[in-house]
């Protein structure tokens, strides 16, 4: 990313160099201009870099997990449910909760752009804001889910929720079998981000290697 | 619009190819987190919203947006908005070199690092409070409208003409197709159920359904 002002040697896409180029004369004009302020930016980064991430996902669903009382909360309110434990704000105005249970599998896509929920899961991986994730995700689940390793038996409803609207959809795992006991904080470990977009499911316990 | 952004149900984009979660970064590249920062930041102005910056990303010519990555669609997307704004000038834009400060009442609005983490706390919720009920409630049978407007849209073309259930009804929000224009309006927004066979056809496994969120200018009885 550091070479400029080499030739072009194809056709179709822009040198990166050209594009680093290009990114920071916009920043110098704005921050020129009096429109942006660079230190603003570098928390910005900051925040979404090491902040705010799926780990705050994974503290809720541990939650649901191991409180039923919080979980029909999360279920029948999520906003609010999820502001208790302190994730608010920006995408994440408006959440809902979906289910996973042995015959229900939801799937999270926006086909639109990549509307996601920032509070709880972070920014979204490339994948989930690539063509092919949102072209695929509402017409063939099935096939998506098996290119993520994930098999469901034939039986199982797969609903999958395309975030057209301000609303922003957490995918609610099943609990693994074999963490009868197991602390929040151990459930955690288990919950990743993709089985809160419903790609995967949560870790089987064996797979942490814990000595519980 | 009928644009490229419009993706469910393309065919022939090939696999996903996701990275594995724990090796995959939060930016790639240096510059993806300057166009991540610099977007968030220049709407603070006031001078666009969230559905002008989408509709400002979707305008891009189909070839363009498809072979762009994330972050470059972004980029094209925020020198149109501080463009079309006049935020910017074409010249401006080209040189790098500014012509002049922005309006003082403009550069006061500008985001401060001391800021954001409270901005982002708070958000920018979109519920609004109508005057009119909502015409549908639970279990309804409704068909999304047939409409294909020039102008941003949330109502995507796979549903368009299709049968589906009102699951759950949200609440007025901001309404997309207006806010676009610059018109903060409320209508009722719904969470629709579809069923597979309903959307692509006998072929598709019958216990499947896709749930999109419409509102109500995107709906009819069915």
């Given at each position: 990313m550091s070479e400029h002002h080499h030739s072009h040697d194809h056709d179709h896409t822009e040198p990166p160099s050209d594009l680093v180029l290009r990114v920071q004369a916009l920043e110098s004009l704005l921050i020129e201009k009096g429109l942006v302020d660079s230190a603003a930016i570098d928390v910005l980064i900051d925040t979404y870099e090491t902040k705010v991430g799926p780990r705050n996902g994974a503290n809720v669903v541990a939650r649901a997990w191991g409180d039923s009382e919080f979980k029909q909360w999360l279920l029948r309110d999520a906003t609010a449910a999820i502001a208790s434990l302190g994730y608010t704000g920006r995408q994440g105005e408006h959440m809902k909760v979906v289910e996973n249970t042995p015959t229900v599998h939801n799937l999270v896509v926006c086909t639109l752009c990549s509307c996601y929920p920032w509070p709880v899961l972070g920014l979204p991986p490339v994948w989930y804001k690539s063509a092919p994730y949102r072209a695929r995700a509402v017409a063939d689940p099935r096939g998506v889910l098996e290119e993520f390793g994930t098999e469901l038996t034939d039986h199982v409803e797969i609903r999958v929720w395309d975030s057209t609207s301000e609303m922003r959809y957490l995918v609610l795992p099943e609990r693994p079998?074999?963490?009868?006991?197991?602390s929040e904080a151990d459930l955690t470990e288990l919950v990743t981000r993709n089985a809160m977009i419903g790609v995967e499911k949560a870790k089987p316990p064996l797979n942490i290697g814990r000595s519980k | 619009m009928n644009g490229a952004h419009d993706l469910g149900g393309m065919h022939g984009l090939g696999p996903i190819n996701p990275e594995p979660e724990a090796e995959e970064?939060?930016?790639?590249?240096d510059w993806e987190k300057r166009v991540f920062g610099l977007t968030l930041a220049a709407a603070f102005p006031g001078k666009w919203n969230i559905d002008m910056s989408r509709y400002a990303r979707e305008r891009q010519h189909p070839i363009d947006y498809l072979r762009h990555t994330y972050y470059e669609n972004w980029l094209a997307g925020l020198e149109k908005l501080l463009v079309e704004a006049e935020l910017v000038n074409p010249e401006e834009l080209k040189t790098g070199k500014a012509a002049g400060p922005a309006d003082e009442p403009i550069q006061q609005r500008a985001l401060k690092a001391e800021e954001v983490a409270e901005t982002i706390a708070k958000g920018s919720p979109v519920a609004m409070t109508i005057s009119t009920l909502p015409r549908f409630k639970s279990g309804d049978s409704v068909r999304a409208v047939n409409r294909h407007p020039t102008g941003h849209t949330r109502e995507p073309r796979y549903v368009r003409g299709r049968v589906g259930v009102i699951h759950e009804y949200h609440g007025a929000h901001v309404f997309p197709d207006r806010n676009a224009e610059g018109s903060k309006e409320g209508r009722h927004l719904y969470s629709v159920r579809f069923s597979a066979k309903a959307l692509w056809?006998?072929?598709?496994?019958?216990r499947n359904a896709v749930y999109v969120d419409l509102w109500e200018d995107y709906l009819e009885a069915a």
């Open positions: 079998e074999g963490t009868v006991g197991w | 970064p939060v930016f790639h590249a056809g006998e072929s598709a496994p019958g």
